[in-house]
Nanobody, 119 residues
Framework: QVQLVESGGRLVQPGESLRLSCAAS????????LGWYRQAPGKHQRELVA????????NYGDSMMGRFTISMNNANNTVYLQMSNLTPEDTAVYYC????????????WGQGTQVTVSS
């Protein structure tokens, strides 16, 4: 069974950096995409932050403005999100997301990790 375990979220001040991690296990499909979405307080829709395929192809949400970097350790299927120059607008619950492309395809969500940017 797939598990997505997130960590790294905490309170930081504007301008600081933070790294989130998501350890994925139980993936039995060779083609997949791992990434991050976020949901800001009071909003009902999750925004794409970044994702990366099993072959290393990366995509970023436009609003990230080049401040975020996604990477993955293929040996243990752990995906990282390096965030720099954080602003209060980055405050959100960040969710790890997995899409697999075998059979009919399936997607999974992590439990979310809270990032709060405030002085």
């Amino acid at each position: 069974q797939v598990q997505l375990v997130e960590s790294g979220g905490r309170l930081v001040q504007p301008g600081e950096s933070l790294r989130l991690s998501c350890a994925a296990s139980g993936i039995d499909c060779i083609q997949y995409t791992l990434g991050w979405y976020r949901q800001a307080p009071g909003k009902h829709q999750r925004e794409l932050v970044a994702h990366i395929t099993n072959t290393g192809i990366k995509n970023y949400g436009d609003s990230m403005m080049g401040r975020f970097t996604i990477s993955m350790n293929n040996a243990n299927n752990t995906v990282y999100l390096q965030m720099s120059n954080l602003t209060p607008e980055d405050t959100a619950v960040y969710y790890c997301h997995l899409s697999t492309y075998c059979g009919f395809g399936t997607y999974y969500w992590g439990q979310g990790t809270q990032v709060t940017v405030s002085s």
